[in-house]
Structure formats: structure tokens, C-alpha cells
């Protein structure tokens, strides 16, 4: 949409930023023809984009005293917002859109070119506002600048943000503008609007990935690895053959490096958070680097764990299949899973578990992976430290006793065969402790506490009591 005449040789030079060539042709062209007003209005342009105030506004009396035109009135408002004189800038602009003849796109157009003087200006508020307020007025699908003005100059404030240390403040000033653009290829969007490459030197061939790898930046400034990472994976997702081409992080080694860069800083920020116990922070963060596809099965068991830590048990328990599904012959993963099913209480399958860990362990050709087996308490040994516990305890115990939950009379194989079908044998079961006098101890404890028992009555003799309850089984 052009709305400026000006030669293609000093278009070119003002869009490529090459200003000393096109001020020397524009003066050329004025020495041929002292009375050539647009050259006067664009040599005005060129100074304006040098802040050279005075005399772009020398330019400007000259090209309106010869022929009023929208270029004089355009860089006349211009130069008045860079002298900061608003008003007389907003008297030349409102005398510009005189020359647009009810053109709707052409007066959009013209009111984003007073917007960006004055946000130039330093009126930034003001300039945002403005423009939001003339993508939501009459929109039109089709008119993509204001959306574009609006991120251009939401990257500015990000930039400077950056300058300033404000890494926070940046973070939503690329964050806005990346909302704002849609697209990644900006060849057709900068050919259609090189007025603003030509008045202001705005480079929008390479906005797009200029605002996304700012966004990236910026999120790692504040600490948010997770969001820079989704960030990279949300540009490379949107990004055209042309624009990936153009991008460091885009194609071959320096894509997977990066990956796997923002992989190893994920790990180790939650390894760091996982030690402190933090475990919304690790799930967060594991979470992100299983995202990018390239996590290994320490991620996924560490992230169980911090779900296990959350009481997460069914996510937890995913994971931990999930590490066996990676490495199917290690014994690591059985071991997660045992005990992600062991805290969940599911003794049973926790148990099942453990036996195959035992035999991934027994049947491994690595002597000190071999040796990690024997410092485990395996089921077997826990069946059996169960029923000398459970001998030593019921010698001295009535033959019969009542259940005091059912109130029914159970003999010696019917308590043995109740505590068998009980949690707390299954538990001691599915015991992994590997200090051997210390897990005795805890069956002695558990297998006491199953079977106390009081007597009915202290007046009777033990043995009387044991021949009546007999005769009247």
C-alpha cells in the first residue's frame, strides 16, 4: 500500500538504512529542479530519520510552499513529535488525512504513522493504546498492520526493557508482541508496508524471528526455563522453510543442541529441586523437558518420585512404567515401580514387582549390579522371618481365641491364615529394607501388635480356659 512518492533508488537506500546515498540523490534531484517539492518532502524524510528536527522542518516549508502535499504534511507532523511540539503535530496530520479521499485502509495507515511519531516520541502508553484501540474498531481480517505495528512496538519496549535489566517487564513486551504477529513469513508483509521501513528504518523481513528469539531471552533472564523452552518449541512449530533457514537455532546440530542444552539445564534445575523437595517446581520442570521429546529415563523416574512425593500415585506409577518401557532389562525401573505401588498400598502388585526386580538383578552379567540383590530383603526371607515370629508368638498364645472384630472363634490355622490375608502381612512383604536386623525387628513388632490378646477372666487357670473353649468347639 504505498501512500509515498519517492524514487526506487532512494526508497531502497532508506529501507536498507543506507541514508547517506539517498540524501545525496534527493539533494541532486533538488539542485536539477529547484522546485521538485517531493524531492524536498523526502530529503526531509531521510534527516527525520537522523533526528536532524530543524532541517527536516527547512525541507518541509520548502516542498509546502511549492506544493502542499501528503508527504510535506506527513513529515511535518513527524518532525514537530520529534521536537515534541504535539500540537502542531497533530494540526499537520489532521490536515494530511485531507489527501487519503475517504480511503478506510489509507486513513488506518496514516493514523499508525501519527501513532509511531509519537511513539518515538516517547508518548509509549499512549502509542499502544491508540493502536489497540484501531485493531478493535471496524477490524477487518484482511488488514494486518495494526496487529504488526502493535508487536513492532511492543518489541521496542522489550528491547528496551532488556537494556534496563527489566527482565520481567520484557518478558510481557515480547509476550504481546508474539501474540500479536501470527505468521512467520514477513517478505510480502514487508513489501506491502515498507512505508514504515522507509520513515522509521523498521526491518520486518526479520521482525518475526527477531521478536520470538527476544521472547526466548527473555524468559531465561528471568529464570523460566520451562516457558523459554516452550517458547523455542512454539517458534520452531510456526516457523517457514525460509525463516528456519535464517535462524541460529533452527536447523541440523544447532536445533538439537539447543534442545538438548535447554534438556540438560531443565535436568539439572530439577535435580536441584527435587533435593530441596520442591516437587511442584520438578514436576514442572521435568515435565517441560519430556516435552521436547528427548528425555531419558532418569527424567522419568525423577519425576515419579516427585509425584510420588505429591501422593500423584497413578501418574507416578506411568512414569515408572514408563522408564521400564525405555530400559526393559534394567532392574531400575521395577525397583521405581515396586515402590510407587508399595506407598500407593498396592501390595500385591508391588510385590510382583519386587520379584522381578530380584531376578533382574540375580540374572544380570554385572557383578556389582549382581551385589546390589543381596542387600535386598527378598519376599521369600520375608515369608519365612514372618513364621518364626509368628511361632515364637503364638506359643505362649491361647489355642483358641476370639476375633474381636467378628466376634467368631478362630483356632490356630484360621489366626495364622487371617493375618496372611491381612495389609500389614502383605506390607511386610513388599519390605524392601535392606538392614536386615532392623527389618526383623519391625516383623517381631508387627506380628506382636497382630496377635495381642486378653483374657477373659483372671480368676480361671490358663489351662482350664483352653480345655472349656476346646470342649465347646
Not at 509519537?118 to 477487518?140: C, G, Y
Request: proline letters at 2%; charged letters at 25%.
Amino acid at each position: 500500500m504505498q501512500i509515498l512518492t519517492i524514487s526506487t533508488t532512494a526508497r531502497d537506500a532508506c529501507t536498507t538504512g543506507d541514508l547517506p546515498p539517498a540524501d545525496r540523490l534527493l539533494t541532486q534531484a533538488i539542485g536539477i529542479d529547484s522546485n521538485d517539492y517531493t524531492s524536498y518532502a523526502n530529503r526531509s524524510f531521510v534527516k527525520a530519520r537522523n533526528s536532524d528536527w530543524d532541517h527536516v522542518l527547512e525541507d518541509v516549508l520548502k516542498s509546502t510552499s511549492i506544493q502542499p502535499s501528503l508527504m510535506g504534511c506527513i513529515s511535518k507532523g513527524i518532525a514537530h513529535c520529534g521536537k515534541k511540539q504535539f500540537q502542531d503535530a497533530m494540526k499537520a496530520f489532521d490536515l494530511a488525512f485531507m489527501y487519503v479521499e475517504a480511503d478506510l485502509n489509507k486513513t488506518r495507515l496514516l493514523l499508525l504513522i501519527e501513532v509511531i511519531a509519537s511513539f518515538n516520541a516517547n508518548k509509549h502508553d499512549e502509542a499502544i493504546m491508540r493502536v489497540q484501540e484501531l485493531a478493535t474498531t471496524r477490524p477487518n481480517p484482511n488488514f494486518l498492520v495494526c496487529g504488526i505495528v502493535k508487536a513492532y512496538l511492543h518489541v521496542q519496549l522489550g528491547m528496551n526493557a532488556l537494556d534496563d535489566a527489566r527482565h520481567n517487564e520484557a518478558v510481557g513486551h515480547f509476550t504481546a508482541a508474539v501474540n500479536a504477529i501470527g505468521f512467520s513469513s514477513m517478505s510480502a508483509i514487508h513489501s506491502r508496508y515498507d512505508v514504515f521501513a522507509v520513515l522509521f528504518g523498521w526491518g520486518l523481513r526479520s521482525f518475526w524471528r527477531t521478536a520470538h528469539r527476544n521472547w526466548c531471552n527473555a524468559l531465561l533472564r528471568v529464570g523460566k526455563l520451562p516457558e523459554a523452552i516452550k517458547a523455542y518449541r512454539y517458534m520452531m512449530d510456526r516457523a517457514d522453510e525460509a525463516t528456519k533457514a535464517c535462524l541460529d537455532w533452527s536447523t541440523g546440530k544447532s536445533s538439537k543442541l539447543y534442545a538438548a542444552a535447554g534438556v540438560a539445564d531443565l535436568a539439572g534445575s530439577g535435580d536441584a529441586a527435587l533435593a530441596a523437595g520442591n516437587y511442584d517446581r520438578v514436576i514442572e520442570l521435568y515435565s517441560a523437558a519430556i516435552n521436547l521429546n528427548l528425555a531419558t529415563d532418569t527424567i522419568f523416574a525423577n519425576r515419579s518420585t516427585a509425584r510420588s512425593g505429591k501422593i500423584l500415585w497413578n501418574d507416578a506409577f506411568l512414569d515408572a512404567e514408563k522408564v521400564i518401557e525405555l530400559d526393559p532389562s534394567s532392574y531400575f525401573g521395577y525397583q521405581l515401580k515396586h515402590a510407587v505401588l508399595h506407598d500407593a498400598h498396592r501390595y500385591d502388585e508391588a510385590i510382583e514387582a519386587f520379584k522381578i526386580m530380584i531376578s533382574k538383578l540375580e540374572n544380570t552379567f554385572d557383578t556389582q549390579t549382581q551385589n546390589l540383590g543381596q542387600k535386598h530383603v527378598g519376599p521369600s526371607e520375608a515369608e519365612r522371618a514372618i513364621e518364626e515370629s509368628m511361632t515364637a508368638q503364638l506359643n505362649d498364645a491361647p489355642y483358641l481365641l476370639i476375633n474381636t472384630s467378628t466376634g467368631r472363634l478362630c483356632n490356630r490355622e484360621t489366626q495364622i491364615d487371617t493375618f496372611k490375608a491381612s495389609t500389614e502381612y502383605k506390607e511386610l512383604l513388599s519390605s524392601t529394607m535392606k538392614d536386615t536386623d532392623l527389618l526383623m525387628q519391625r516383623i517381631q513388632d508387627v506380628v506382636a501388635a497382630y496377635f495381642r490378646y486378653v483374657m477373659l477372666s483372671m480368676n480361671h487357670r490358663r489351662c482350664m480356659c483352653e480345655l472349656e473353649l476346646r470342649r465347646f468347639s
